[in-house]
């Protein structure tokens, strides 16, 4: 099994700024890198509350000490589940880095590889909710195609939906390779030029952001984070994909935002305060070097904010 690297690391740390005896959330525990570096610093008196859907991961992550507290839940319900047992507890610093660990993608059992035989689950949280078995051997053709260009942007959208139908009817798909297979038909039947990644890369994406409702998600753990925060804590998001990278920014820009009168009133009646201010103009990128020495790390991006 690989291990994860964690992904721009440096630059988390040095945005979060983690003090001696604060109180971080980890909402995307994975293997852990980005914990460990934020208890180093919080040191014994700190806390740190983890969470992540995969139960591997937060059993790796409940051999970490006592100051760490552990939930195999999904970070959107992170406000709730503090609020609950730490009602009073100043938050200083909560990290979501969206997505998979490479633990995940190299575990066939969790069938996110194309590369590696396996069910078609893709369910972070193992056996709960629907499978990606269930979304390519019901769904219609139409809805298939939508879901593969909207969370994948696929240009071939159309003909891999058309294809996975045309295979369905002769036997379900059962495994990844199956899918994966396929896929890469299609790209080669239409002659088109591969694409730099392996053809099967976005629908793969695509399945595996509308099982697990990553966007939605996303929506409502970064609310709730913001909301969770005391006054001068910060939000480190760190996104892989475009749609989680316009929507972390339309979050952030909706908490900072002054008056949201309508740009028809003469004057501001809303009297409204910002919540916070986006410290990140522009997101922090890889550096050539992280990029060589960890390719997954290529189309990350670090978005940060801190409220006031
Ligand atoms: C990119 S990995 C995190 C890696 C981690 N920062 C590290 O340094 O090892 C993302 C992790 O988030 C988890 N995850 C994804 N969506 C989640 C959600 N909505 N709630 C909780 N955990 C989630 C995945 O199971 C995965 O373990």
Redesign the pocket.
């Known amino acids: 099994m690989l291990d ?4 721009l ?1 440096k630059e988390v740390i040095e945005s979060l700024d983690p003090q001696p005896g604060q109180n971080f959330v ?10 460990r570096a934020i208890l180093a610093r919080l040191g014994p008196a700190g806390r740190l509350f983890v ?4 139960p591997v ?1 937060i059993s790796a992550a409940r051999l970490l000490g006592p100051n760490v507290e552990c939930w195999q ?4 319900q992170l406000e709730e589940t503090i609020k609950y047992v730490s009602p009073h507890l100043p938050i200083h610093g909560v ?1 979501l ?5 490479s ?2 993608l190299s575990d066939p059992a969790l069938g996110l590889s194309f590369q590696e035989k396996g069910p078609l689950n893709m369910r ?1 949280g193992r056996d709960k909710g629907m499978t990606a078995a269930v979304i390519v051997n019901t769904w219609r053709e139409n809805d298939l195609a939508a879901l593969i260009r909207e969370l994948g942007e696929e240009r071939q959208a159309k003909q891999i939906a058309k294809a996975i139908v045309n295979r369905r009817h002769e036997a379900p798909f059962v495994f990844t390779t199956d899918l994966a297979e396929v896929i890469a038909c299609v790209w080669r039947r239409r002659g088109s030029m591969q694409p730099r990644l392996h053809p099967a890369t976005k629908t793969f994406q695509a399945l595996r952001m509308a099982v ?3 966007l939605e ?2 929506r409502w ?1 970064v609310r709730g984070a913001i909301r969770i925060l005391a006054s001068g804590g910060r939000l480190a998001v ?1 996104s ?1 994909h475009s749609l989680e990278d316009r929507l972390v920014k339309q979050l952030f820009k909706e908490a900072s935002r002054e008056c949201i009168c309508p740009p028809s009133a003469p004057r501001c009646v809303c009297a409204r305060k910002p919540l916070g201010r986006i410290l990140t103009k522009k997101p922090v990128r890889p550096s050539p070097l992280e990029i060589t020495d960890n390719p997954r790390a290529r189309s990350a991006k670090l978005r940060v904010w801190q409220k006031l």
Not at 26 to 35: A, S
């Open positions: 994860h690297v964690p992904v690391l980890d909402g995307t525990f994975g293997g852990g890198g980005h914990t969470f992540d859907l995969d991961s839940k999904n970070f959107r990290v880095d969206l997505g998979i660990s633990i995940q972070l697990n409702e990553e998600n996303l753990g760190i892989f």
